[in-house]
Structure formats: structure tokens, C-alpha cells
């Protein structure tokens, strides 16, 4: 069976419209990966007060320096002075001398950033971390709470700790969030504690990647599939040519 020749130009309006829709279904019903949060710390600063202070790639950034000590938490080179260049090269957050770390609560010596992650699923954190000379019970915290208002109240889940780990090398930590815990009031904290001067924990290229879900889950788009296939027959159907005649 074809159908006849006056008919043509209907037939290839169809076949462009359902096209269209089905690139549209497509992305109905697709996760994409995004790019949250990235971070390389570029401007230094001796004694860093956060975001309101000496601005970073990401805004937000806050810290709680020690109990007098302006400079235990700074955004400097030093490990790189010291020969080891960090992932992206330049400056990196620096935690020295942080006598005060590790407290309980946690009150002093971090840095923290508020991140929203609202939008997406499947959320994996990403940093580089270093220890120079650091002692037993010394090192680096990475945690993170969803509902602290000022980087110390609140509940905070512990991503990782490391304790007078292996010197001088970067490493890389990812962590895989629970969906349970990607909402709008999410917060990254890194804290640290070291007893004596030149003692660091050094952290770098701190980024945060998810996927945004498809739009059939998301309030922007339709609800469920059978809103979605309504709208696709609604928009196939509407202002329709004579129907096709076949031959």
C-alpha cells in the first residue's frame, strides 16, 4: 500500500513533527552529568577568612581559624615551594599549626562551603588531599551536614579522617553521596589539627559532579510517563491535515 502523491507534503510534516517530539521524549526520560561545584583555590591569602574575604573560583567559602590564631587556615603555595605541585598547579587550602582542631563539637580550624544540590542525583564528591609532617592523632577531617547554619552546629556525617598518613604525596578521595542527602541546605567542611609550625594538611581541585534527573522526575517537566506520553499525542494530533489518503 502508498499513499498518493497529493498527500506527500502532509506526511512529511508528520514524519518532521514526531521527529522533533521524539528528540523531545528523549530528553524527557534522560539523566545528564553535570558539573556542580569546582574548586582550585587560585588567589592566595595568609590568613583567609573565606569567600567575603579573598574570593575563590566558588562563593560561599567560610572559616573558623583558631582561638587567637588568624592564619592556622590560609590559601597559599607552600607545597609547592616545597617541590610537589598539586593537581592544578598554584595555590591549594592550607591548614598549619591547627592546635585547636578536632574539637568536640568542632569549633575551630575549618573551612566549610554551602553547596545546593537540589537538582541532582547520583552526587559524587571529588578532592585531592596532602599531609606534611603531621603527628599521631593529626591529619585532616572531610564531613558533611545538611543542616549546620555556620559550618559547627548541626549534624555532620564524617566522609573521611586522615591521621598521620604517608607524606609528601597527593591522593585522591571520591566519595558517593546517598540521593537521601543531595538537597539545597548541603554543606562540605575540611578540618584539621597539627600541634606544631610547618606542620600542614594541605586540600586541592575540590569539585562536586551529579546527574540531573530526567524531566519526567522533575517538577519542570511532566510528572510521570503517562503526562508525558498525553502531552507527546497531544501535540502529534493538534491542528492535524487531512488525514492520509492511501491508494
Known amino acids: 500500500m502508498k499513499y498518493s502523491t497529493a498527500h506527500g507534503l502532509c506526511v512529511r510534516k508528520h514524519?518532521?513533527?514526531?521527529?522533533?517530539?521524539?528528540?523531545?521524549?528523549?530528553?524527557?526520560?534522560?539523566?545528564?552529568?553535570?558539573?556542580?561545584?569546582?574548586?582550585?583555590?587560585?588567589?592566595?591569602?595568609?590568613?583567609?577568612?573565606?569567600s567575603s574575604d579573598t574570593a575563590q573560583n566558588e562563593p560561599g567559602w567560610a572559616t573558623h581559624q583558631g582561638n587567637g590564631d588568624a592564619n592556622d587556615v590560609k590559601i597559599s603555595n607552600e607545597d609547592v615551594a616545597g617541590g610537589s605541585v598539586p593537581p592544578s598547579g598554584g595555590n591549594h587550602l592550607t591548614f598549619e599549626d591547627c592546635d585547636e582542631g578536632f574539637g568536640t563539637p568542632e569549633t575551630y580550624d575549618i573551612a566549610y562551603v554551602p553547596i545546593d544540590l537540589s537538582a541532582y542525583v547520583n552526587v559524587q564528591i571529588r578532592?585531592?588531599?596532602?599531609?606534611?609532617?603531621?603527628?599521631?592523632?593529626?591529619?585532616?577531617?572531610?564531613?558533611?551536614?545538611?543542616?549546620s547554619t555556620d559550618g559547627i552546629d548541626g549534624t555532620w556525617i564524617q566522609i573521611a579522617e586522615y591521621?598521620?598518613?604517608?607524606?609528601?604525596?597527593?591522593?585522591?578521595?571520591?566519595?558517593n553521596?546517598?540521593?537521601?542527602?543531595?538537597?539545597?541546605?548541603?554543606?562540605?567542611?575540611?578540618?584539621?589539627r597539627e600541634n606544631v609550625f610547618n606542620e600542614h594538611m594541605y586540600v586541592d581541585d575540590v569539585s562536586v559532579i551529579g546527574d540531573i534527573p530526567p524531566l519526567a522526575n522533575n517538577n519542570g517537566g511532566a510528572t510521570n510517563i503517562t503526562d508525558t506520553t498525553a502531552l507527546l499525542q497531544g501535540q502529534v494530533t493538534a491542528g492535524d491535515p487531512t488525514p492520509i489518503a492511501y491508494v
Open 15 to 50: 514524519a518532521i513533527h514526531f521527529h522533533a517530539l521524539i528528540v523531545l521524549f528523549t530528553s524527557v526520560l534522560t539523566s545528564y552529568s553535570a558539573s556542580i561545584f569546582n574548586e582550585t583555590f587560585p588567589n592566595a591569602d595568609g590568613n583567609w577568612n573565606g
Open 127 to 147: 578532592y585531592y588531599w596532602q599531609s606534611d609532617d603531621v603527628d599521631a592523632g593529626e591529619g585532616l577531617r572531610v564531613a558533611f551536614s545538611t543542616n
Open 163 to 175: 591521621l598521620n598518613p604517608t607524606d609528601d604525596r597527593w591522593s585522591y578521595a571520591t566519595y
Open 177 to 192: 553521596l546517598s540521593d537521601a542527602y543531595a538537597v539545597g541546605t548541603f554543606v562540605l567542611r575540611f578540618s584539621s
